[in-house]
């Protein structure tokens, strides 16, 4: 099957965007992505305005939040905020992320109490439909509003590994979003996705994967080792895990590595490359070329073929 190949936009102090963009559609990749926080004294661009900003100087390139999170936010804002952006990228090219987040991404400052944050996700995607559709609706506790103008809803992928964050996939998602998960975790939860889906009358939700990557244009064997331990460190799991679900190494292994996401069912993956971003980016492109080559097919083709 295809697989679709994005990287996340770079973060400050080197957050030049719209180069960034072009650089992304220059090297032919699929897909720009953005994650979503306010923690205090991290340096992150707002993703709303980035991906706009991104989706503003090209025309072949998705965007994509992976993810967003609703909870931070008044519903109503939040909605118009989607809708927006979805306005101005024309209707088809917004992939929509949705996460509860953590404790750390920011609850305190946005006044709002993260005890609730999954409570509060499930309300907002119960109600993102008619918001988006332009159809009067009841807030909870509130008054009725009615957003304009309408717009077609994104394609929406629910994140998150926990019990509560699938049934929410399953209920609400066209997909699921894994994060640090290796592509075997992948096929075995799309599993239990269709399970619960049934439940709902649903389809199993399509996978997508947001994965740490690191590119090197010779073998360099200590890479991967290097990359699972920044990534144990910094998200706060066991090495051993880390180690299953980076990338890393030449664009000829990378690309190696996504196949096996791909074999797994993986629609799309947004890669958030370590280090140099401008050179990643770029051997991320020649490791989609080689995919592209091979027997995963024309992935992409929808966005390049008029380069």
């Known amino acids: 099957m295809t697989i679709d190949i994005g990287i996340y936009l770079p973060d400050p102090p080197g957050a030049e965007v719209r180069e960034a963009a072009y650089h992304a559609v220059d090297v032919e990749l699929d897909s720009v992505w953005c994650g979503d926080h306010l923690a205090d004294g991290v340096a992150v661009l707002d993703g709303m305005l980035a991906l706009a900003t991104a989706a503003a100087v090209t025309e072949c390139l998705d965007i994509g939040f992976a993810v ?22 024309g209707g088809d090219r917004l992939h929509l992320g949705i996460g509860v987040g953590e404790h750390g991404s920011g609850f305190a400052g946005a006044g709002a109490d993260p005890a609730t944050r999954g409570a509060r996700t499930d309300e907002f995607l119960q109600l993102l439909p008619a918001l988006l559709a332009g159809e009067p609706t009841e807030l909870p506790g509130g008054p009725t509003v009615q957003l304009a103008p309408p717009v077609p809803a994104p394609p929406l992928w629910v994140g998150g590994s926990s019990g509560a964050a699938l049934r929410r996939a399953a209920r609400f998602g066209d997909g699921w979003f894994a994060a640090l998960h290796a592509p075997e975790e992948v096929s075995s939860t799309a599993a239990r996705l269709r399970e ?8 199993a939700p ?41 990338v890393a190494g030449t664009p000829a292994q990378v690309a190696e590595r996504l196949a096996a996401y791909a074999e797994a069912g993986v629609e799309k993956v947004a890669v958030a490359v370590s280090g140099d971003w401008h050179r990643g980016c770029e051997l991320l492109g020649e490791a989609r070329r ?14 390049h073929g008029d380069r």
């Open 290 to 303: 080689i995919l592209e080559a091979g027997s995963l097919g024309d992935a992409g083709d929808r966005h």
């Open 196 to 203: 619960l889906a049934d439940q709902h009358g649903r389809p």
């Open 68 to 89: 967003y999170l609703p909870a931070l936010r008044p519903h109503v804002v939040a909605a118009k905020q989607i809708a927006t952006l979805q306005h101005l990228t």
């Open 206 to 246: 399509r996978l997508a994967a947001a994965v740490p990557g690191a590119l090197t244009a010779r073998p360099d064997p200590t890479l991967a080792e290097g990359l699972a331990r920044e990534v144990a460190a910094s998200h706060g799991v066991p090495v051993e895990q880390a180690r299953r679900c980076v």
